[in-house]
C-alpha cells in the first residue's frame, strides 16, 4: 500500500497518543493537519509560531521517534504555519520552517571524592562549596553540525571534528586545532563538536569556554589562593573547548596553568578542541612547549567559502527561516559577498528585514542596497592578490615575475614587500601567504619580513618604498 502523508501523519498520532497525556494529544496534536510526503520529509500545518515553538521545545523527540519508525532513519519534518497577511491581502500566506530535532544541551553533574578536610572543590561557574557539582556545559545547541555547511573552504575542519565527535579522545586529532580569519565559523564547528559529543555520549562532561574567561577564572584563583581548585576542576573534564587561544599570548601564568591542564587531561584519554585566528607557528609570545603540544593533533584551516558554498549557506538560511527569494537576488548576494561567513548571514538576514519590516518587494534593487554597505566594508579587507598587483605595479613588473623563483635583486625585494604587507594588512597564517606569494614555506616570510623591518631602519630609499606602497594599500 502506498503511503500518503495522511496515513503516516495517523499512524504517528497513534503512537503519540499513547505516549502523552490525553489533555495534552487534544491541545497540541489534534489541531495539526497533515499537508504533503515528499520522499521522506512530512510536512504539517500547525496554527501559529508559537504551536510550532511549542512542539519544538517540548515534543520535538517523540515526533523524531513516531516519524522514524513511519519513514526511517532518514525521516524528516516540515511545519506549515498557515499566518493571517498584515500586508492588505485578503488571502494568508504560509511560512514553511524545518524540524531543528534540537532540545537545549543539559548541564552535567559530577561527583567529587571527598578526600581531604576541605572537600569542597571551587567550579569557577558557580557558588563555592557544593561537592555535587553542576557543569553547565555553556554550548549552544543552535550550533549544530546540521546547519554547517560542508564545503571546499572547510572540508577538513568539519569531517575531523565530526571524526572527534564520533570518538572523543580516541582519534590522533587530540587536540583539535581550528584556525582562520575572521567570520569563517571557528566557534560555530567549536559548538557544534561539543553538542554533537553530548548528542551520542550524554554522560561525558563537555566545557565550552573562551581563553579570555579561562584566563579571568585564572586570576580569581591566584587572588583567594585557589590555584590547586582550579586546576583540579578542569581535570573533571572530559572535553574541553577553549575558544580563541590566541588570547594566553603574553600571559606567562595562564599558559602554566593550561600546560598542567593539558597534560592530565592528554594523557587521561580526555578531549582537547582548541580555536584560534592564527596557526601555531604564527602565535607569538606563547610557551614553545605549549605550541609543541598544539601541533600534536590536527591544525585545520578555514578558509574562505567559494561561490558554491556561499550559495547553500544562503539557502539554508532562507530554508531555516521560513523564506522563500528568486535565484537571482541569491546569486547576486553571493557573488558580492566573499569575505566571509558573517557577512553573508548579515547582508541576507539584512534583506529579509528590510522587506518584512518596510513591506517591500525583494528586488535586485533592494538587494544592492543592502550588499553595497556590506560589500563598502569588506573592501577595506585587502586581499594577498590585491597587495601583489599593487607591488607589482609599483616596481613595473608583472606579478608572474613577483612570482617567480628568480633571484634578481629588485624582484627578490619586490617579493618580500609584498610577504610584509600581506602579513600587515590580512589575518592570512603566514603559510597562506606563502602558498599564495611564488609557493614559498612560512620561514621564507618570516625571513622576509625581518628583511624589511631591518632595511628601513638602515636604507632611505627603501624606507620610501615602504611608504608608498603603505599610501597607495591604505586609500
Known sequence: MTKTAQSVWNNCLSFIKDNIQDQAYKTWFEPIQSVELNDNALSIQVPSKFFYEWLEEHYVKLLKVALTKELGPGAKLLYKIKMENTYGNKLPFT???????????????????????????????????????????????????????EGDSNRLARSAGMAVANKPGGTS?????????VGLGKTHLAHAIGVEIKDKYPEKTVLYISAEIFTQQYIDSVK???????????????????????FLSGKSGTQDVFFHIFNHLHQNGKQVILTSDKAPVDMQDIEQRLLSRFKWGLSAELHQPDYETRISILKNILFRDGVEMPEEIIEYVAKNIKSNVRELEGAIISLIAQSSFNKREVTIDLAKQVVEKFVKNVKREISIDYIQKIVSDYFQLDVETLQSKTRKRHVVQARQLAMFFAKKFTKASLANIGSQIGDRDHATVLHACKTV??????????????????????L
Open 224 to 246: 583567594k589562593n585557589t590555584r590547586n581548585d582550579f586546576i583540579h576542576f578542569y581535570q573533571l573534564i572530559d572535553v574541553l573547548i577553549i575558544d580563541d587561544v590566541q
Open 453 to 474: 623591518d631591518n632595511l628601513v631602519t638602515t636604507d632611505k630609499q627603501f624606507r620610501k618604498f615602504v611608504d608608498d606602497i603603505n599610501k597607495k594599500l591604505s
Open 173 to 181: 586529532f587530540n587536540p583539535l586545532l581550528i584556525f582562520g580569519g
Open 95 to 149: 511560512e514553511q520552517i524545518p524540524s531543528y530535532n534540537r532540545t537545549a544541551v543539559k548541564p552535567q553533574e559530577v561527583d567529587v571524592p571527598i578526600v581531604n578536610k576541605n572537600p569542597e572543590l571551587k567550579n569557577p561557574f558557580i557558588i563555592p562549596g557544593i561537592r555535587n557539582l553542576k557543569i553547565e556545559s555553556q554550548l549552544n545547541a543552535n550550533y549544530s553540525f546540521d546547519n554547517f555547511l
